[in-house]
């Protein structure tokens, strides 16, 4: 149990493009997601908290406007990149806690590549 | 502010050896800590939690409160324990900070 999926695993885009990713929570409801940046050979940082029905909490730094993410469902969060440009490149990583425990659990990521 | 710090980017150990991956944390409160390990080509997973007190592939975490530690130990390693390693800490607000990681690789 405990499946998160993401979609697409990879896309890649034009400069300027909005590309949208999909996270969901596939065998359970996931309350709060989050969503992380990887830069290769680095470790994950977090972009943002995303609350069922509520606004998301980005962490410092991140653009809201650039980085919209939209929690709909207790099973879908969505994170789009608007008007992307190379410096986007990065992998993107979603993940979601089960009921009220801390374990997350995380998506396969998905690499997004900006030319 | 919450911050994990693991200072061994690469380690590297020959198979049957022990191992040992270093994880300092920096909270003010009451943390739950937690190993994650990503093999290659592989999504993150859970390896395991501080609060469940359990032995995982054979790998062991004891929290220290008194020197802020949470060190990752197996006494024997194997190839297929060859990965990279997160501590990760979560804090009030049931967000995930992760130290910087540490390449484990396992040689025969």
């Known amino acids: 149990g405990a499946v998160v999926s993401q979609h697409p695993s990879w896309v890649i885009c034009k400069s300027g493009t909005s590309v949208k990713i999909e996270c969901r929570s596939l065998?359970?409801?996931?309350?709060?997601m989050f969503w992380y940046r990887q830069f290769p050979k680095q470790s994950l940082m977090l972009m943002a908290t995303s609350n069922e029905g509520s606004k998301a909490t980005y962490e410092q730094g991140v653009e809201k406007d650039k980085f919209l993410i939209n929690h709909a469902s207790l099973t879908l969060s969505t994170l789009t990149v608007t008007s992307a440009h190379p410096e986007d490149s990065s992998f993107y990583i979603c993940?979601?806690?089960?009921?009220?425990?801390?374990?997350?659990?995380f998506g396969p990521g998905t690499r997004l590549l900006v030319l | 502010a919450q911050r994990v710090t693991q200072p061994e980017k690469l380690l590297s150990v020959f198979k049957g050896a022990p191992v040992e991956l270093k994880c300092n944390y920096s909270?003010?409160?009451?943390?739950?800590l937690f190993w994650y390990v990503q093999y290659s080509r592989q999504r993150l997973q859970l390896l395991l939690r501080h609060i469940s007190r359990e032995s995982i592939k054979g790998f062991t975490a004891d929290l220290n409160k008194g020197e802020t530690s949470f060190h990752l130990k197996k006494p024997f390693a194997q190839e297929e324990d060859s990965a990279m390693y997160y501590c990760a800490l979560s804090g009030s607000a049931r967000q995930l900070t992760f130290g910087s990681g540490t390449q484990l690789t396992v040689l025969p």
């Open positions: 065998d359970f409801q996931a309350t709060t």
């Open positions: 993940s979601a806690n089960r009921g009220r425990t801390e374990t997350q659990y």
């Open positions: 909270y003010s409160g009451s943390p739950e």
